[in-house]
């Protein structure tokens, strides 16, 4: 059977650990030389040791480039895929076989970070893979306890990134070739992992790992756009102009769903405009049609707003024993019908206006609650706590800032 390529005894010259150092000034060095094309100015930088990341010390124009990486040095599905042939084929079928058809490009990946682990120095990307982060704060490198602590929609979203992981660390097993001490280790799979789900980006089906290139930050407000070229290189450019002493950051997805951010990379977004409304339903066709989904029914954190498609889907739940009114909404929703949308509304505000509230009142409680349970508890055993206590402050506030605009208008709908 085919099986990876040969295998170093140096695959300790990695420390993985979570107090390791990452060695980023080698990495920075080595980029240069294995060709790396940076404007002039854009240099890394950390504030804190840990976190390492992109800034423009020169001002730069709209449209300007500011980093090309070749081909020969990106980790990508496709490269992975021609290189291992059928090495991993009975991973990647075992893989399916526990649902994870949707993160084959990325087991592809995660294969190739720890085969080119496996080799220590004498891999080409050493630099590189040395300095990677080695402690995260995600939802797969949270303890147990940390799981008591997080809302319902955070939870779910934590629990599906170590269904990712338990399902990657078994069809792991199947690869062949790799040393069994590597497919073993547990938190070197995790460390893995980590890497290949906070750092790749592209399409769908050929995702990569770009040396540089996984060193922008996300932001709200974005400096910079990925081109992923037809030869397999990647350009990065900006698209404002971005004064001097600017940090250089691209989007890593919808920025309406903080919880996200915090579950798959480990961050808190501060700077995101809204957050869902924590509004758990099981989500039926005409819900999804009403306009269930987390980036659309969203909390406004700084003016209180609640958006169209939180009232939408809260009275059609309210209209669930009135069931032909309840159709009558749903069909002018469909139907473009403003106007009876309009007054299908406004007959039942008093008891959505009211459900709402009781929502939020009820939700807060519960923040309350899981938050103080991290009273007390130790950060060296709980590192994430601090993080999941932030998190659950920021929707904390969002949700008070509601409470505060949604509470007269219930009043008023009551006649008080």
Request: charged content about 20%; proline content about 6%.
């Amino acid at each position: 059977r085919p099986a990876l390529g040969r295998q170093s005894s140096l695959s300790m010259g990695i420390d993985v650990s979570e107090r390791a150092q990452r060695q980023v000034q080698p990495f920075d060095e080595w980029v240069t030389n294995c060709g790396v094309q940076r404007a002039p100015g854009v240099q890394l930088t950390s504030q804190d040791g840990l976190d390492h990341y992109v800034v423009a010390s020169e001002g730069l124009a709209q449209g300007s480039p500011v980093l090309f990486v070749p081909d020969n040095m990106i980790f990508s599905t496709r490269a992975a895929k021609e290189e291992f042939g059928g090495a991993v084929q009975e991973a990647v079928a075992q893989l399916g076989r526990l649902g994870g058809n949707d993160v084959v490009p990325q087991f592809y990946l995660f294969i190739k970070v720890l085969l080119e682990y496996s080799k220590g120095q004498d891999s080409p990307w050493f630099p590189w893979l040395d300095s990677m982060p080695r402690l995260f704060y995600n939802a797969v490198s949270m303890t147990d306890f940390c799981y008591e602590c997080l809302p319902p929609l955070v939870l779910g979203l934590a629990r599906g990134e170590k269904v990712k992981l338990d399902n990657f660390y078994d069809a792991l097993q199947k690869v062949d070739g790799l040393d069994p001490a590597i497919k073993a280790n547990r938190d070197l799979a995790t460390w893995a992992f980590n890497i290949v789900f906070t750092r790749s980006f592209g399409p769908d089906d050929n995702k990569q790992l770009v040396p540089m290139g996984d060193m922008f930050n996300h932001g709200t407000e974005t400096e910079v756009a990925v081109n992923y070229n037809d030869d397999g290189s990647v350009a990065v450019y900006t698209t404002r102009d971005v004064p001097a002493g600017s940090p250089l950051r691209m989007s890593y997805g919808d920025p309406t769903n903080p919880s996200y951010f915090f579950s798959r990379y480990g961050f808190l977004d501060e700077s995101s405009p809204a957050t869902f409304c924590k509004l758990m339903l099981t989500p039926t066709a005409q819900l999804k049609d009403m306009g269930y989904d987390y980036s659309r029914m969203l909390f406004y954190k700084e003016t209180g707003d609640v958006s169209e498609e939180v009232w939408d889907v809260l009275l059609y739940q309210q209209l669930a024993g009135n069931r032909d009114v309840q159709q009558q909404l749903y069909n002018a929703h469909m139907n473009g019908d403003a106007e009876q949308k309009r007054q299908i509304h406004q007959q039942y505000f008093p008891q959505t206006s009211e459900a709402l509230l009781q929502h939020i009142d009820t939700f807060l409680k519960q923040l309350d609650e899981l938050s103080s349970k991290g009273v007390g508890k130790s950060e060296m055993e709980h590192p994430r706590l601090p993080l999941i206590i932030k998190h659950n402050q920021f929707v904390k506030e969002t949700f008070l800032q509601v409470r505060q605009r949604i509470e007269p208008m219930v009043l008023e709908a009551q006649g008080a």
